[in-house]
């Protein structure tokens, strides 16, 4: 865990006292809708459909018990006692007051959490792997470096009104957990020939109306050099890109137009002129950085306890640590992932007795600590594996030991026309069926891994674009229909999907799913190739014709 210095806490009440005079400012009229606008969306405040949204951010992912509480608190008191974690490792709370809104604020800046720039034409929260800091053969902890571009680009001057939102991820890992390559600017951490710890610099990647994979700019950056680097692609964006046309504002059609050679010899050009600048990162402002993050004090402990053993001919609970415990980078502990994706629920809601019960989980078995994923679960990073048995059975009390993960059934979903003012179609009805389709776990066991992505609109925030079945609610003539993609991925091989025939009706969409599935199953070379390697192994065809044979 990161621990915020003097500065960052005067920071956030600093923001807290001026958002709370803003919103006074728009309660008595002073203020129209239109100004007000701009300044509550860089406090994370949206006008949704029915009520204000409020969105927090975790920075890259990682919450403390005390925290979780907090949100917990939130919750219960300023909304209706849940919320709804994002493909952004955030939290929003869908049915916040706008007069409450900077006692809520207020209440989580007592513990570390605020909301800046959690919207708006700035850069957003760094998001990184859930497993930072404990997946084996990481080079090192990302968060470090997630931390250093969080104190950077919070309430930048040069960079709070850019043509269009920006989003950073970062990973240190081979498999990327972070989605880098679908982000404005994607950083992986590895090592040079030379054994120096740097980063490989991947630009215009972004989902949305016009999707693109990022694009390596730089194979190998310096640590040192991370900042002035980042600030040379950030100064290029500003002065080039669009700000007449918001579907062309994004950074990735810049890099599309200019070409990437183009582009990459204009952040060159930029780079170094400042990159012997004040920028540049002295070890002890890292070393800083890294002091102030707590790591777990392990044990020395088995590999494989007793409590183990005998809990292994329990076949539920090996059900689970089948399929939602991970390997650690410390012998004898295990990562946990929650699921937030039970049958016939709202993809990465949490209810307030949730968090509370998990954020005291987390003291019990994960050294106080939690993580938020990108695929809208959470997860506890330090757990004895002597513990697995009696922490399964909690979790399995309060509703988030589903053993779907990476599951059909582990859906990603945006909140779609339920909530959101863009969306054209729903989302959630669509998961909640689809998860009771597959709640049967041999078969989805059968299936094997296999993501499926929901947005609500071409805004895709359910990043459909890249999900192995992706469905994208469109609207014709007032009704709700679907396009489907297959063969998208998120990970360190990153595709987007192809569509696969013309959209279908809200009612057939789980239907189509199924013959997919059942294509699938029929298509497959052998048992254990996954859905995705079979869509790339034959194209799309022989799933079309399944699926429109008889539509």
Request: proline fraction near 4%; charge should be negative; aromatic fraction near 8%.
């Amino acid at each position: 865990m990161y621990a915020y210095d003097e500065l960052d806490r005067t920071l956030i009440n600093e923001r807290v006292s001026e958002f709370r005079d803003q919103v006074k400012r728009r309660l008595s009229g002073e203020l129209t809708e239109d100004e007000f606008k701009m300044l509550r969306l860089q406090n994370g405040v949206y006008l949704q459909l029915h009520a204000y949204m409020f969105r927090v951010a975790i920075p890259y992912g990682t919450l403390s018990s005390v925290q979780l509480r907090r949100l917990a608190h939130v919750a219960r008191k300023y909304d209706r006692g849940y919320g709804h974690f994002t493909t952004r490792q955030n939290i929003q709370f869908n049915w916040i007051k706008l007069a409450e809104l900077p006692d809520a604020l207020a209440d989580l800046a007592e513990v570390g959490i605020h909301a800046m720039q959690t919207s708006g034409n700035n850069t957003r929260n760094v998001t990184s792997d859930q497993w930072a800091g404990v997946a084996p053969g990481e080079i090192e902890d990302p968060r470090i470096w997630s931390e250093l571009l969080r104190q950077y680009t919070t309430l930048h001057p040069e960079f709070s009104f850019l043509p269009r939102k920006f989003k950073f991820a970062i990973t240190a890992s081979a498999h990327d957990r972070a989605a880098i390559k679908v982000h404005d600017i994607g950083l992986r951490l590895h090592k040079n020939a030379d054994g120096e710890t740097g980063f490989e610099v991947l630009v215009g990647g972004g989902l949305g109306r016009t999707p693109f994979i990022g694009k390596t700019i730089k194979p190998f950056v310096h640590g040192h050099d991370l900042l002035s680097y980042v600030e040379a692609i950030l100064r290029v964006y500003n002065q080039y890109g669009r700000r007449d046309n918001i579907y062309k504002a994004r950074i990735k059609i810049l890099v599309h137009e200019l070409g990437i050679e183009k582009f990459a010899r204009e952040v060159e050009d930029e780079w170094l002129q400042m990159r012997d600048s004040a920028l540049a990162i002295d070890d002890a402002v890292i070393e800083d950085i890294r002091s102030r993050f707590s790591y777990p004090a392990y044990e020395k402990l088995p590999h494989m306890p007793e409590e183990l053993k005998k809990a292994a001919h329990d076949p539920l609970f090996e059900r689970w640590r089948k399929n939602s415990v991970f390997t650690h980078k410390v012998q004898g502990y295990s990562i946990v992932t929650l699921s937030l994706k039970p049958v016939g629920g709202p993809p990465g809601d949490a209810t307030a007795d949730q968090m509370d019960a998990i954020a005291d989980l987390a003291d019990k078995y994960s050294f106080g600590e939690i993580r938020v994923s990108h695929e809208q679960n959470l997860a506890l990073p330090h757990v004895a594996k002597r513990d697995l048995p009696a922490l399964w059975k909690a979790l399995d009390k309060i509703g988030v030991a589903t053993p779907n993960i990476n599951l059909v059934s582990d859906i990603i979903a945006c909140p779609g026309l339920d909530y959101c003012s863009l969306a054209n179609a729903r989302s959630i009805p669509i998961a909640q069926e689809l998860t009771r389709r597959f709640a049967n776990h041999d078969t989805a066991n059968l299936i094997g891994r296999l993501h499926i992505n929901i947005s609500g609109c071409i805004n895709a925030c359910g990043h459909h674009h890249v999900g192995h079945i992706g469905i994208l609610g469109v609207e014709k003539n007032g009704d709700e229909f679907y396009q489907i993609t297959i063969g998208g991925r998120a990970d360190e091989n990153a595709e987007v999907g192809t569509l696969i025939g013309p959209a279908v009706p809200y009612g057939e969409v789980a239907d189509v799913v199924e013959d997919i599935v059942e294509a699938y199953l029929a298509l497959r070379a052998r048992p254990d190739e996954l859905f995705i390697d079979t869509v790339k192994r034959l194209g799309v065809e022989p799933f079309r014709e399944r699926v429109y044979a008889t539509r």
